[in-house]
């Protein structure tokens, strides 16, 4: 029973090239987000979309295009890689609302290596 | 800017005793604080949550404190056993920021028998 699921675990290709990360959960939650782990561990956030809008959009370059076809789905797709695109990316979703606790669930992460 | 500071030193500790992990930020408002654990090739997991008007929170083994006049939270592992080892983050929302989190870089824990 996955609750959040990225496709895929591992991506490695070349500079220049483009490429998509795909993200689903099951839990019913309104609101997903992209985070960026670096080899320094540091989780920053990327995007947020709640029920299919954009909610939050970092300082990320705009070769970065998330897409939500449906409030269960996240995709992240980056256009022209560079070496420095290379990290781990997580998708989260939660349920925000002043009575809910906002615990944010965290899918297995796409590790993506830039050649 | 906003700063969120964690023991950036593995923290080694021998079965049985109590971890204390320390969580500091600056220029920052949280309406609350969240601990997260994560291990290696995985996502983190949500611990536990502590808001601005709590002092203290308890989940099993787990203690958080939140001292918002120090801009502080303490997460402690009690009686820590090994499979307590693993990377633990701390996560601060701010009250103009609904569903936006920010951590630091987390501080891996070592448990040994």
């Known amino acids: 029973d996955t609750a959040v699921s990225q496709t895929p675990k591992y991506l490695v290709t070349q500079m220049g090239n483009d490429k998509s990360i795909k993200c689903e959960q099951n839990l019913g939650h309104d609101t997903m987000y992209w985070y960026k782990q670096d080899s320094k561990k540091f989780l920053k956030i990327m995007f947020s979309?709640?029920?299919?809008?954009?909610?939050i959009n970092e300082t990320v370059p705009n070769r970065f295009s998330p897409k939500s076809p449906d409030k269960a789905h996240l995709n992240l797709h980056i256009n022209s890689l560079e070496l420095g695109d290379s990290a781990v990316y997580f998708c989260?979703?939660?349920?925000?609302?002043?009575?809910?606790?906002?615990?944010?669930?965290f899918g297995p992460g796409t590790r993506l290596t830039v050649l | 800017s906003q700063k969120i500071e964690q023991n950036s030193e593995a923290l080694n500790i021998q079965e049985g005793k109590t971890a204390t992990l320390t969580c500091n930020y600056t220029n920052y408002s949280p309406a609350y604080l969240q601990w997260y654990r994560q291990d290696p090739g995985r996502g983190p997991v949500f611990l536990l949550l502590?808001?601005?008007?709590?002092k203290e929170k308890r989940k099993e083994r787990l203690k958080v404190t939140f001292d918002t006049t120090l801009k502080q939270s303490l997460f402690h592992i009690t009686a820590s056993q090994p499979a307590d080892s693993a990377t633990y983050l701390c996560?601060?929302?701010?009250?103009?920021?609904?569903?936006?989190?920010?951590f630091g870089a987390g501080t891996q824990v070592v448990v040994t028998p």
């Open positions: 502590i808001r601005e008007n709590e």
């Open positions: 996560a601060l929302d701010g009250t103009d920021s609904w569903g936006k989190l920010q």
């Open positions: 979309y709640n029920n299919k809008e954009l909610i």
């Open positions: 989260a979703s939660s349920q925000p609302g002043t009575t809910s606790t906002n615990e944010q669930f």
